[in-house]
């Protein structure tokens, strides 16, 4: 993993800092490694569940923090003005953003400050009984569900057992958007079924286009023996993959995060594109996983990644000794590419079912939105992002972090400042742009905290059970490995 990394340097920002002081003086500076590829907006601390593992969500009397219309997108034109990469995907996260009453109004905001990708951060309770929201949310902008989703059984998965099947349905009447489950990793609580809940995403590809794992952030003041006993890095997961896919999925398939910027560096001098991925390269891995009939084929068993990498590396070079890159030379290298590619692939051990080469031919040349998304409903991609806690700090994955919140102060802050430093960030900030308990009050007078809160009945349960979604959900599907 440390051979694979692409090594960027954020020119500046609208942000004055020096950074001399990082992580503790954090809006991002000169010293950041990375533009934003991925911004987070918190538009409530409002929840309607209460995880034990929560980054945070508001108790009953605490401070209700939601940003205005004005303020969101003022948080937006902040990611764009970034200097010299304007973010380009959002994340509109909580909290439970599907409280919000404004919450389509609030997509359709980023729509209009130019955001191309707009992700949707839920446990999915609402879209479960509410059968438009999927239809409204995907109309509005939205492209991706980033859906919790911890484990196959209601021990693994309490908070949304019962409540995916209906989510699964009321996404395929809406035709999306595509689903991306997220599951939050505990050693010794769901780790014996990762194995499963990919599994489970290739049963329902039709939907489910990734699984992002994330294992355990220890944030607050946990005991030395509770983190021995719950601690999983993204290493100890991949392992755990291999081991219960009986290696259809090896560790050998996987990927640091930053391998992306070698291919992003070539395809910004041939198209004039701009975007990295320059994540540290334990902060993330991934690879894509084609579905095969009923064979599973990750990416690097029938592509050389590492030698296509470094092709890439090496067409990179030649082009920025070029002075100019006109109409035809673009056309040429692009047939280039094309031809050498084929040198990096090997057919014997390609999918069969699916033309590989001209997804990856419409992926590289068009280099679009459209395009890429193509490629990601023909495979199921697979993700792992260990965010940090306390306990395993360090300076160089924050200064290369890619994944950042913007604040209502202005400043625009990486997730591992924001979230494990809540005292300099998340917190006081929040808390001033909070409202008080009675100031919500009035401002909502209908409002009750008990309301907010999902309760699941024993009838609704039993309802479930007996149930043809549940049955075609979790027990008439295959097994893959």
Same mark, same amino acid.
């Given at each position: 993993f440390r051979d694979l990394r692409y090594d960027w340097k954020l020119k500046s920002h609208n942000v004055e800092n020096t950074g001399v002081n990082c992580p503790l003086d954090c809006g991002l500076c000169s010293r950041h490694r990375s533009h934003t590829s991925l911004l987070n907006i918190a538009l409530t601390n409002r929840c309607n569940l209460s995880c034990w593992y929560c980054f945070f969500y508001a108790k009953e009397n605490q401070p209700i923090y939601e940003p205005s219309l004005e303020q969101i997108r003022m948080m937006l034109r902040h990611g764009k003005e970034e200097k010299d990469i304007g973010a380009n995907a959002i994340q509109l996260t909580g909290g439970e953003p599907t409280l919000r009453d404004d919450l389509i109004d609030i997509i359709r905001v980023c729509k209009e400050e130019g955001y191309s990708h707009v992700q949707l951060n839920t446990d999915g309770i609402k879209l479960a009984f509410e059968p438009d929201l999927a239809k409204n949310v995907k109309e509005a902008g939205v492209n991706t569900l980033?859906?919790?989703?911890?484990? =196959? *059984?209601?021990?693994?998965?309490?908070?949304?057992?019962?409540?995916i099947p209906l989510i699964l349905k009321n996404v395929r009447k809406a035709k999306g958007p595509g689903i991306v489950l997220v599951p939050t990793l505990i050693r010794n609580i769901n780790d014996h079924e990762i194995g499963d809940i990919i599994n489970f995403g290739f049963n329902h590809m039709d939907v489910i286009r990734s699984v992002n794992i994330q294992p355990i952030s220890l944030v607050g003041r946990t005991p030395k023996k509770e983190r021995k006993r719950m601690r999983i890095t993204g290493a100890g997961a991949i392992k755990k993959i291999e081991e219960q896919t009986e290696g259809a999925i090896a560790k050998?398939?996987?990927?640091?995060?930053?391998?992306?910027?070698?291919?992003?560096?070539?395809?910004?001098?041939?198209?004039?594109?701009?975007?990295? =991925? *320059?994540?540290?390269f334990v902060c993330g891995a991934a690879t894509y996983v084609f579905l095969d009939d009923d064979k599973v084929i990750p990416i690097p068993r029938f592509i050389d990644v590492e030698g296509f990498v470094e092709f890439l590396d090496e067409k990179a070079e030649e082009l920025e000794k070029s002075h100019s890159l006109g109409k035809l030379a673009k056309t040429k290298v692009g047939a280039e590419l094309l031809l050498k590619f084929k040198k990096f692939y090997d057919e014997k051990y390609a999918p069969k079912s699916i033309n590989v080469l001209s997804l990856i031919k419409n992926a590289f040349l068009k280099g679009t939105y459209n395009a890429l998304g193509e490629f990601h409903t023909k495979t199921l991609f697979l993700g792992m992002m260990h965010f940090m806690d306390d306990y395993n700090y360090d300076i160089e994955r924050v200064e290369r972090c890619v994944i950042h919140y913007a604040m209502p102060d202005g400043r625009i802050?990486?997730?591992?400042?924001?979230?494990?430093?809540?005292?300099?960030?998340?917190?006081?900030?929040?808390?001033?742009?909070?409202?008080?308990w009675e100031e919500w009050k009035k401002i909502k007078p209908d409002w009750e905290y008990r309301k907010d809160k999902y309760v699941r009945t024993k009838s609704f349960i039993e309802k479930m059970k007996?149930?043809?979604d549940y049955r075609k959900t979790y027990i008439d599907i295959k097994r893959y490995f």
């Open positions: 980033y859906l919790s989703y911890d484990g =196959m *059984t209601p021990q693994t998965n309490w908070k949304n057992h019962w409540e050998e398939d996987w990927y640091p995060i930053p391998t992306a910027g070698h291919i992003a560096r070539f395809f910004e001098i041939l198209l004039g594109k701009r975007y990295y =991925m *320059t994540s540290h802050v990486p997730f591992c400042a924001f979230n494990v430093i809540p005292e300099l960030y998340r917190d006081k900030v929040q808390a001033q742009f909070s409202y008080s007996k149930s043809e």
